[in-house]
């Protein structure tokens, strides 16, 4: 049995997309720039919050300008990051078995680390140990910085902790941190997606998380 389990945040633990829409529309009306669909929001997220609003804001305005914008972006969702947000189904009794089972939860997202803490605080509070997201003493992932100041935090062995995450730049994380990442299916990113990109072990549902963590 491993000692700590990591997760991802956004596709893994919570679907976010709504809230994500309507702050990246809300800030692209004040701006003049062109609103985007659901679909869009889903094929930009997963490497953070600025290349999401890179993606979705047009490519040629100035830097000035963007980091205006980034801001509005922040203070608005910042205000409306619980809305629409959910728990996928399973994940809450999930995290309630692994603390029974006296596991170390973390979280790690590419979230700016306040909307992460408080996102995690709203919709998990008691159920994890520590949540890190992005800021100016954690690269946001791929890189395994949030993976390994958890490690170091607990003084638990790479061996000892698993990683479980929806998207391609988990399997890159979990691969820089000399962590085993374990491909959800439930979120933004598909099984043939996931496979080009590397993911050696997929799950179908949050129950599965038990499956594998007795299993190894």
């Known amino acids: 049995m491993k000692k700590l389990v990591i997760f991802d945040l956004d596709g893994t633990l ?20 062109e609103k985007k669909s659901l679909e869009e929001i889903s094929s930009y997220v997963g490497n953070g919050i600025e290349n999401l609003l890179r993606l ?9 300008e963007f980091q205006a914008a980034y801001k509005y972006f922040k203070d608005h969702y910042s205000h409306h990051c619980c809305e629409k947000t959910r728990p996928y189904d399973g994940i809450i009794e999930t995290l309630k078995t692994l603390k029974k089972k006296e596991l170390i939860i973390g979280i790690v997202s590419n979230k700016f680390q306040k909307a992460a803490e408080d996102v995690c605080e709203y919709y998990f509070k008691g159920l994890y140990n520590i949540v890190v997201g992005e800021s100016d003493y954690c690269k946001r992932k791929p890189a395994p910085d949030g993976i390994n ?13 698993i990683f479980f995450g929806d998207s391609d730049v988990d399997i890159k994380t979990g691969e820089n941190a000399g962590v085993f990442c374990v491909s959800v299916l439930w979120g933004f990113r598909n ?13 179908e549902n949050p129950a599965n998380i038990i499956h594998v963590l007795d299993a190894k």
């Open 14 to 33: 919570l679907y976010t997309l709504e809230d994500l829409m309507d702050s990246v529309n809300f800030t692209a009306d004040l701006f003049g720039y």
């Open 56 to 64: 979705s804001f047009p490519s040629d305005i100035t830097e000035e």
């Open 149 to 161: 100041m958890i490690c170091e935090k607990y003084n638990i062995k790479k061996e000892d902790t």
């Open 191 to 203: 099984r043939e997606f996931l496979a080009e990109h590397g993911a050696k072990l997929f799950i």
